[in-house]
């Protein structure tokens, strides 16, 4: 008897740790992100959540992808709220950000906010003006590391590249991908806006026929894609650095007062050797560097203007936001309709546009489509003798399939 109530006991255990396992998750992070552990009485009662957030600095990146497989872009910068199941910010037993034991150290960009005292948050919803996306999520059982890239920094800018990687600034190894590691999770997965007072109860809407639900599969990737270019300055990093640090305090960097000035401009290595120490080239990158120029106005526009030593590499508007994609669209719908399509297909592009103009996000599975829609368009007007259009089409169509956001090397922050 005493055999088969050990054995019984055995069992259920067994089943409970597979149930267990078959609920574990982990969740990808890529892109510009800044990392904050987050107190609020109005969030899982006040325990600690994880806040991610970054800039929505347009023509930098692009909007967030979030996906299980299925999943979609958020094309309306604001602050969400991952649903685990029905409830937002839910508390794992978790108080703070821990890596997996076993795993190589790499460094996060330390960084901090104002404060007037040392109880003082980050009011990341105050920096919505600037432009943000920010996602709550639950604190997770440890994190380990998804990619890194050398790099160094300085307090102040030079066009010739004195005084980069020197004391706190010197060459390292950063994190540029990072896994959150859950023991156990829901079924599904949704999201939710958040208002100013981080009720987080609006649905995000989407398309007709389309929802934001995600099933858990294993992994959930939030992800903000980078620009297709391969230049190996990243000038797409060191144009968005700067709103990054602007999101925690605002006070011009060039003006040597900012809370975070010790890592205030940043120099990506173009190449690392086979002993991991950073190759910073031949310092050519600096006289095209964004940081360099006067700060412009930090709501948005240009990132820099130009200075008599050169002229600041922005990727706007080369490289396009969806929402852009869809203000542009508009502006050809007239000239796509006298392209002499069929009218399913002109139906489909303006459907598109309608849902591109209205909705809070866009299903990846119509990415690919919409491409192949506009590209069809392209040849047509090309055809026509339209070769204006067919080039703006294009542009669309390649703007809609951005290489993937590992390889942008933008370093992960994480708040002090």
Not at 192 to 212: Q, S
Not at 299 to 305: E, I, N
Request: glycine residues 10%; neutral net charge; charged residues 20%.
């Amino acid at each position: 008897m005493k055999t088969r109530i050990l054995m019984a006991i055995c069992v259920v255990t067994l089943l409970s740790c597979v149930a267990h396992a078959n609920n574990a998750f982990d969740i990808t992070l890529e892109g510009p992100w800044i990392i904050y552990q987050y107190q609020n009485p109005k969030l899982g009662g006040g325990k600690t959540v994880l806040v991610v957030v970054a800039p929505s600095y347009g023509g930098v990146f692009h909007a967030p992808n979030v996906s299980t497989g299925y999943g979609y872009i958020l094309t309306t910068p604001t602050v969400y709220c991952l649903l685990w199941g029905t409830e937002c910010a839910h508390i794992t037993g978790k108080t703070s950000l821990t890596d997996e034991a076993g795993h190589p150290d790499a460094n996060f960009v330390p960084v901090s906010y104002p404060k007037a005292n040392q109880t003082d948050s980050w009011n990341f919803v105050a920096a919505k003006k600037y432009g943000l996306f920010a996602f709550i999520l639950p604190m997770p059982t440890s994190y380990s590391v998804d990619g890194v890239w050398n790099m160094q920094f300085a307090n102040k800018f030079d066009i010739n590249g004195s005084g980069y990687g020197s004391g706190l600034g010197s060459d390292k190894e950063y994190i540029i991908g990072l896994q959150l590691h859950y023991d156990d999770g829901p079924g599904l997965f949704d999201l939710r806006e958040c208002a100013d007072d981080l009720t987080c109860t609006t649905p995000v809407a989407i398309g007709t026929g389309y929802h934001t639900t995600l099933r858990n599969t294993g992994t959930l990737r939030i992800v903000m894609k980078a620009p297709d270019t391969n230049d190996a300055c990243d000038y797409h990093v060191r144009s968005l650095y700067h709103p990054m640090l602007y999101l925690l305090d605002d006070r011009k960097l060039s003006l040597k007062g900012n809370k975070n000035q010790a890592y205030g401009y940043i120099d990506p290595a173009r190449t690392v050797d086979d002993q991991g120490h950073g190759d910073y080239g031949d310092k050519s990158c600096f006289t095209n560097d964004a940081q360099g120029f006067p700060e412009s106005d930090l709501g948005g526009g240009r990132l820099a203007r130009k200075h008599s030593k050169g002229q600041a590499h922005v990727m706007q508007p080369a490289m396009l936001t969806i929402p852009s994609i869809g203000q542009q669209l508009g502006e050809l719908i007239a000239d796509i309709q006298k392209l002499d399509l069929k009218q399913g297909f002109l139906e489909q592009i303006k459907a598109e546009d309608e849902s591109l103009k209205k909705d809070s996000a866009f299903p990846i599975s119509e990415l690919s489509q919409f491409a192949e829609f506009l590209n069809t368009a392209a040849a047509k007007a090309q055809k026509l003798g339209r070769i204006v259009l067919a080039a703006k089409l294009r542009k669309l169509a390649v703007a809609l399939q951005p290489k993937n956001g590992a390889d942008c090397r933008a370093p992960l922050m994480l708040v002090q």
